[in-house]
Structure formats: structure tokens, C-alpha cells
């Protein structure tokens, strides 16, 4: 069968699986869904229909990840009338009403509604277009996420899947290079190298074998925007990597993707089969003489194999330590070879540069950063989520508009843009366009797409210890500005949340962080300072508290706290007496509660359980007069540089 | 065999008996005719070896960005003072494997443990209670 005839059947399926007439089950069942319970709810729909002899009339289908993960899990219901209704938070019991009730009484529950996706309207649920998250973004990469069956290469097909190969085969390598170069996309890793110059490069370097790689480890805590892609429509980012193959002129390809995520890795396996069976994979793809195959290799836990040539080092068996560069993997990659390395992200938007054309898609986004982007909204955010924007759109319209603001009407502190190797932005600089410029020049990084949200309840000195306890941990330990310079910040961030730092410590964390973005042989050891850096930079004051006063104002640092119950405030609901872990808190029913200091662990469950926030921290007792420690110090440290 | 394979054949063994024990390390070097101690090294510098036989139940705290800020790290602590193990280690009756984990990649329903590849979001302190064989709670 040629693509065409595949085209052509797949276009009958989806229409078929779309018909306004058919009675119709979606089940968001990607990682996150799963994990808020959405198999143990597609099981009950199975049940149900089975039960009702319905199971031949009704479409049951498995779909990605909408992004609106704080709904999950959510269905999706087509009632006879052709209204599409997409239910939040559903579980087994309210499966088995809505079956009952909206597909076969027809009455949709508007009490358990999120929208509406599709046909008439329906009084007192938005439409989906409508809903404030979704309204300021634009789905260009998430595009096919939680429409489509990603187990179904039909689905993709149907959506103009593989016209965008088809068309990179009939312009030739250099004209697709070109087009890309014109579409002003640039890698979504982080870096934001122009793709298509690296591509140039690649085919320009002289080799026997070329290879074209696929970086899906994707490392950094608080990402998952690869994962979701991958897991909701893994032909995207498949068919951008074999368009890669014939720009640079690769005959191999690999997708290098992280072990943790293994329903991604299921996904891509499964659509590598269904690529042979189309014809867009092979000795001979559609018909145009070109041999390309790929392969799926699972990283096997090293966050620093995000790096590329500690990626290829792990391709080719060895540990993962990254090498100087140059030479870059452009001219001496995988075995020696010329070898483009693209992030998950910027191959999936190839196929439509390629479809649409560079001129539409260079309409998205600035001059210098064309094209959207995806971000993962995570922390203390209302509504955490998968997000696409064009590029340059501010922090806030990513933060309040589409996230909500801070969740449980906490107040915005701070975001964490780029992960480990990123900076925390304070409230001051919210209005700045999200683009790789304005980031980098507030300390931070646009990094593959991680927002943090944190609340006045996060502690920045904490945070920073907790990234660089992170990066310590990962570092490969072959250069010596990375391997003790995380070491080092580590030991004195732990000193300074305990109550042992000075305002020396500070100027040390500077030196020692300045000196690692400058002597560090990779990326890894050059960006892990700026958690610190940023959080030095924009938090000094949370800072001083610590080293002057040995107070945490945020009262995370559990050196530095006291937990207590305030006897007015408290209701006596007993709910602080129930979450704590050591049972260090005793109060009769209706009467104010005590916790016991000698038991207590300072880990606050009891403040996140609370509802009259009756618990409250002060600096704890009988710690060392820092005041007067941090004053001679500082004296001391003056009188040096005297001397000296 | 070359030496390409190397992380994929030690990740198959691994799913298959559990861990990597030194016999494994001997018969893969052998095979690919590499020296025991350059197998060694590179089965180390990844996370996801093991060198023990994990307990029956593997329960994975997950140590995130998004998790850390909504308390996980007090979950951990709680597992590690109910099972009197540290992460990366297995109870003496071979029940439970603790382990900590860096970002699962579903950040949105943070705080997330994973009990045997089942991934729980949302944990409270109950929840996690839950999580633990009842034999575990009859003993407190």
C-alpha cells in the first residue's frame, strides 16, 4: 500500500472515529492521568459497556495528555446528540453515572464539566477554546496531544502526518535545510542553536556514515514536556528525526530516551513498527531511494547524558562523561562521525515547518526566537500543566492567566525557569518575555521548559541547596571546577541553613559559583552555579535572615524553627494531629492542640494541613547569637583583606 | 557483540534477575571481551544498576523540583523511619526496596511515589500509609 492508500484509509477511520452520531468514550491515560487514576477508570468504562451489551456501539479509546493536568483524569463523552463534553477528576463511581446518565439518559453532568469540546453548547460550561488556560495558548507542537489515539498511526496520518517527509523527499537535502534555516527555529534543548545551521554543518562535514540523534533525556527535575509529547503523539518527533536523516544525509538514527518514562518508551517502539509497515522507514522510504532506519535506546539514569557528547558516550557503551569541544559532534560525533544531535521538542516541529512552510511558521513568535514553545507549569501554581505559547510571551500570561496565579491563595515568590541548570526569576521581573535573551540576561536559562512556581512558603536558601545537592549528585566528577565547586556550594549552603553561615558565606558562594561558570568543562558545571547565583542575586535579604539573624523567614530550614500552635486560632479539628508523622502534637477534640518540641521533626505537615493557619514558626530557641558570630566574622574578614 | 551493547545487555539482565550480581559483571565482560572492572565501572555510573537483590515490594519516592517544594522529602523520611532502611537499600525480611528518584515526569500531581511501577500522585501522609503492606501498620 502506498502512503496515499494509507492516507486515504486512515482519513475514512478518523472520520469514523469522529462521527458526530457515534457514541463516543475518550480516557486521558497518559503517565499523569495514570497516576491521578484514569486506568482504574477506563476499566470501569469497559465494565459498564460490557455490562449493558454496549461494547460494539461505543468508541472506548485511550488518548495523550491534554495538558491540563491538575483536571486529570479527564474523559471526554459524545452523547448522541453530538455534544462533546470533557469531564474533570473523574473516578470508577462518577464512570459509571456518566454512562448511565449523559450517554444513554443524554443529560450531561454539568456539575462534573470542565467544557465543551465540540458541538452544541451547553449552558454553564465553557467551551474548551474559552477555558482561560487554553484561550492564550497556541498549539502548534501539542497539537495532536489528547485528541489522538497515539497507539494508532491512522490517527496521526489523518491529522497530515508524513506529508511534511514526503515533501522534504521531493524538494531534496539542501532545500530542506534551507527552509528550516528560514523558519528561524532554533534548539529547543535550550541552547537555541539555529537547527537548521547545525544540519548544514553536519552535511557539510565530510564522513562515511552520518547519524542523526534524538535527545529525549530529558533530565532536568520539574520537565515533563517531552515526556507527554511522546507518550501522546510519538510519530510527531519520528517523522522530524527522519527528516533529519535526509538533510544531513544520515543513514542511522537513534532516539536516546530516558528510562524513567517507561510509557514513552512503549509508544516510540510501538510507532517504529508501524513506520515500517507505512513505508517511512526502510531501504527505500516512499519511493525516493532514501535508506534510513533508527533505533530506540534507553538511557540508563545519568542526568548529565542530557549533555550531547556524554550522550554519545553512552550510545557507545562507556560511561557518560562529557568531552571537551571542539571537535563538536557536528564534525566528530557518534563512533567519529558527523552527527546532529536534536532535542525531542525541535524535531517535532520540523514536520510542520516542512508541511506549513518556514513562512507561516516564522509568523509565530519574535524576530529572533521564532516559533512556540512548550513549557511544564509545576509547584505551587493552580492549575500545573502542559503549556504551548509563542515564544515571547511574558512569565505572567504563562503564570496567572493560564497557571492561575499561586495555588491555595498563597503569594508568588519566585519561578524556576531551566531546571537545575536555570535561575529563580523574582515578582519584580514576571513582565519578561520568555524568550533564550531575556533569560539569559537575568542569570537564568529558557532551558528545555520547566516552570516552578513558589510560594512565600518556599525558602530560597533552600531551594538553591536542594539544586545544587541535585547537581553535586550528577556531576561526573572529570573536571575539577564542577566535581568541588558543587561540593563546596553544598557544604556551605548547608551551613548557612543551619545556622552555621556568615556573611563570608556569601561572598565565597559567589566566588566559588563564578569561577565554575567559567571553568567548567561542560554545560552540566558551567550553568549548575545558577540556582545559587540567582537566587544570591535576587533573594539576598532571605539570605542576610539566615547568616545574620539565623532565622528562615520562609520556615522551611528546620534548624532554624519552631513549630507552635496558636491556641486562638486553633479549632481543635485534629486534622494537624493526624498528618503528623511522629504524633509530637496531643489535644483533646475542639480544644487548642500543643505539639511536644522534644518529639517534634520540623517537617511541617501539620502547617500544610491546617486550615485556620493556627500553625505558626518563630527562630528556634537557644540558637547560637548569630548576630554577634556574623559581626565578627565579618570583621575578621574585613581586617584580611586589610592586611592582605 | 560490541561494545554498543554494553548498557543494553546489562539493562536486560537487570529486568530479568533484578539486579547485576558479580558473576553477571564476569560473564558480560567475557562476552564482550571487556575487563571486568571497565563493565563495573560503567554499570556504576548509572543510577539505574543495582548490585543487591531488591526486596519484593520497590517503592520509589520521587525527589523532584515540583515534589520537593510540596514536601516529598518529608515522605521519604517518614518511609525511611517505617522501614528502618535508607534509599537504595531493601528491609531484612526482603519486603520493601526504598529508592529516590529524580523526577518522574508528573510533576502536576507532585508530591508522586511509585509503588511496584504504580504511580501514585497526590500523596498525603495517609495515602502513603496505605501504600505499605498492612503487615507493616500491624506492627506499629
Wanted: hydrophobic share 40%.
Amino acid at each position: 500500500m502506498t502512503l496515499a492508500e494509507c492516507r486515504q484509509r486512515a482519513l475514512a477511520e478518523w472520520a469514523e472515529f469522529t462521527h458526530p452520531n457515534r457514541l463516543r468514550i475518550l480516557v486521558g491515560a497518559a503517565t499523569c492521568g495514570r497516576a491521578a487514576g484514569a486506568l482504574a477508570v477506563l476499566a470501569e468504562f469497559r465494565a459498564q459497556l460490557r455490562q449493558r451489551g454496549l461494547a460494539d456501539q461505543v468508541v472506548l479509546a485511550e488518548v495523550g495528555c491534554l495538558g491540563l493536568c491538575y483536571a486529570e483524569p479527564l474523559v471526554e463523552i459524545t452523547g448522541g446528540d453530538g455534544r462533546r463534553v470533557l469531564y474533570q477528576r473523574v473516578n470508577p463511581q462518577m464512570a459509571a453515572k456518566l454512562v448511565e446518565l449523559h450517554l444513554l439518559a443524554g443529560k450531561p453532568q454539568v456539575k462534573w464539566a470542565l467544557a465543551v469540546t465540540g458541538g452544541p453548547a451547553l449552558e454553564g460550561v465553557p467551551a474548551f477554546h474559552d477555558l482561560p488556560m487554553i484561550r492564550p495558548q497556541e498549539r502548534i507542537i501539542l497539537r495532536n496531544c489528547g485528541w489522538i489515539d497515539a497507539g494508532r498511526s491512522s490517527h496521526y496520518l489523518a491529522q497530515g502526518g508524513y506529508e511534511g517527509l514526503a515533501r522534504a523527499l521531493a524538494m531534496g537535502s539542501e532545500a530542506v535545510i534551507a527552509e528550516v534555516e528560514a523558519s528561524g527555529l532554533r534548539g529547543r534543548g535550550g541552547a537555541g542553536f539555529p537547527t537548521g545551521r547545525k544540519w548544514s554543518l553536519v552535511r557539510k562535514s565530510p564522513g562515511k556514515r552520518k547519524y542523526v540523534i534524538a535527545n529525549a533525556d530529558e533530565g532536568d527535575p520539574g520537565a515533563f514536556m517531552n515526556r507527554s509529547l511522546l507518550e501522546s503523539d510519538p510519530h510527531a518527533m519520528l517523522e522530524g528525526l527522519v527528516i533529519a536523516g535526509f538533510a544531513v544525509g544520515a543513514a542511522a538514527g537513534y532516539v536516546y530516551v530516558r528510562a524513567e518514562y517507561p510509557l514513552a518508551v512503549e509508544r516510540l517502539k510501538n510507532a517504529v513498527a508501524q513506520m515500517r509497515e507505512l513505508g517511512v522507514l526502510g531501504k527505500d522510504i516512499l519511493g525516493s531511494g532514501f535508506a534510513f532506519d533508527l533505533e530506540i535506546k534507553m538511557g540508563a539514569g545519568a542526568f548529565v547524558c542530557g549533555e550531547e557528547t556524554a550522550l554519545i558516550a553512552s550510545l557507545e557503551g562507556r560511561r557518560g562523561m562529557p568531552r571537551s569541544r571542539p571537535p563538536f559532534p557536528a564534525t566528530a560525533g557518534l563512533l567519529g562521525q558527523p552527527t546532529a544531535i536534536n532535542n525531542v521538542e525541535t524535531l517535532a516541529a520540523v514536520p510542520v515547518v516542512l508541511r506549513r512552510g518556514a513562512a507561516w511558521y516564522s509568523g509565530h513568535g519574535p524576530e529572533k526566537s521564532r516559533g512556540t514553545k512548550t513549557f511544564s507549569l509545576a509547584g505551587k501554581i493552580a492549575r500545573p500543566g502542559l503549556v504551548e505559547v509563542p515564544l515571547g510571551a511574558t512569565l505572567r500570561t504563562i503564570i496567572e492567566d493560564i497557571g492561575g496565579g499561586v495555588a491555595d491563595g498563597g503569594r508568588f515568590k519566585a519561578v524556576q525557569t531551566g531546571g537545575p541548570s536555570g535561575g529563580c526569576i523574582s515578582a519584580e521581573h514576571l513582565d519578561t518575555p520568555v524568550d533564550y535573551e531575556h533569560l539569559a540576561a537575568l542569570g537564568s536559562i529558557m532551558g528545555s521548559g520547566g516552570l516552578v512556581v513558589m510560594d512565600d512558603k518556599s525558602c530560597m536558601v533552600d531551594v538553591a541547596r536542594y539544586f545544587v545537592n541535585f547537581t553535586r549528585g550528577e556531576s561526573c566528577g572529570k573536571c575539577v571546577p564542577c566535581r568541588m565547586g558543587t561540593q563546596h556550594l553544598h557544604l556551605i549552603l548547608t551551613g548557612v541553613a543551619e545556622g552555621r553561615g556568615t556573611p563570608e558565606s556569601l561572598r565565597q558562594l559567589e566566588l566559588i559559583g563564578r569561577t565554575m561558570q567559567q571553568a567548567s568543562l561542560c554545560g552540566l558545571g558551567q550553568t549548575a552555579p545558577n540556582p545559587v547565583l540567582t537566587t544570591l542575586r535576587y533573594f539576598e535579604e532571605e539570605y542576610f535572615a539566615h547568616v545574620t539573624q539565623g532565622a528562615c523567614p520562609a520556615g522551611v530550614c528546620v534548624e532554624l524553627v519552631d513549630f507552635w500552635i496558636d491556641a486562638e486560632r486553633c479549632n481543635g479539628c485534629m486534622l494537624c494531629a493526624q498528618a503528623c508523622p511522629v504524633e509530637a502534637i496531643a489535644g483533646e477534640k475542639k480544644k487548642p492542640h500543643r505539639i511536644d518540641l522534644a518529639l517534634c521533626i520540623r517537617c511541617g505537615s501539620c502547617r500544610t494541613a491546617c486550615r485556620t493557619d493556627a500553625v505558626l514558626v518563630r527562630p528556634r530557641a537557644g540558637t547560637r547569637d548569630l548576630n554577634a558570630e556574623g559581626a565578627k566574622a565579618a570583621a575578621a574578614a574585613g581586617a584580611a583583606k586589610e592586611s592582605g | 557483540m560490541s561494545r554498543q551493547n554494553l548498557i543494553p545487555l546489562l539493562q536486560e539482565v537487570q529486568e530479568k534477575l533484578g539486579y547485576l550480581s558479580p558473576q553477571v559483571i564476569l560473564q558480560v565482560s567475557s562476552r564482550l571481551g571487556l575487563s571486568p572492572a571497565e563493565v563495573y565501572g560503567v554499570a556504576t555510573f548509572y543510577s539505574q544498576f543495582r548490585f543487591h537483590p531488591p526486596g519484593r515490594h520497590c517503592l520509589k519516592v520521587c525527589q523532584g523540583t515540583a515534589c520537593h517544594v510540596r514536601g516529598s522529602g518529608l515522605f521519604l523520611d517518614t518511609l525511611m523511619r517505617k522501614l528502618g532502611i535508607k534509599p537504595g537499600e531493601t528491609t531484612a525480611d526482603r519486603e520493601y526496596s526504598l529508592e529516590r528518584v529524580m523526577c518522574l515526569g508528573s510533576c502536576a500531581l507532585a508530591p508522586v511515589v511509585v509503588c511496584d511501577e504504580q504511580v501514585h500522585g497526590r500523596v498525603t501522609q495517609r495515602k502513603l500509609d496505605g501504600l505499605l503492606h498492612p503487615s507493616q501498620e500491624a506492627a506499629r
